[in-house]
């Protein structure tokens, strides 16, 4: 991230790669991420903002809106890009708690935690009444929880913490744990969103 390049990935305890799109997430917002932005209501919360692509775009819109990430070089580059953004987890407090109107859960971050039920769970205290949460799936049906390491694929990994791969049938199944129902799904350039309402 403060590169701005990859490559970077998430590495299994097993060897297993999962490349990560830093290039894409460094760019301005696609075609894909347009299909997402249209539907966003009010307030929005971008957790997991990365660089703030996203961010960005959203306030060059007139919406009120926050990016929320645990890396500072993340952090950086969105208040660069002219959005709002706090180094924080969304596990922790946050402003606005119960007054945001729409959540965005893009690029995979609904494996943030390993525990995308939980994740959802915690949500629902961060939404005001009628608030709905734009999520992205794995592109492949799958439901994985496990410990990752980011990797520059040069040997120098980070720290583990727990992450899930959930593709849209498994992300459907922890929303309805959670009490959450799918209202909308689609697909745009091979990428899979799914938008949620309690």
Known sequence: MRAGRGPLFLRRADGWLLPLDVERWLADADA???????????AVLDIGCGPGRLVAALA?????????????????????????????????????????????????????GGDPAALLDRITALLGPGGRVMAEAAPVEVDERCEVRLDDGRGAPGASFPWA???????????????????????????RFTELAR
């Not at 894909?32 to 009010?42: N, P, Q, T």
């Not at 009490?179 to 697909?187: H, S």
């Open 60 to 112: 060059g819109r007139g919406h009120p809106v926050l990016g929320v990430d645990v890396s500072p070089a993340a952090v950086t580059r969105t208040v660069r890009r002219g959005g709002t953004a706090l180094c924080r987890s969304v596990f922790g407090p946050l402003p606005g708690e119960g007054r945001w109107t729409t959540v965005l859960l893009i690029d995979g971050n609904i494996g943030i």
């Open 32 to 42: 894909a991420d347009e299909s997402v932005l249209a539907r966003c209501r009010g």
């Open 165 to 191: 791969r959930v593709g849209p049938e498994a992300l459907r199944r922890d929303a309805e744990r959670a009490g959450w129902t799918a209202v909308a799904g689609w697909t745009d350039a091979g990428r």
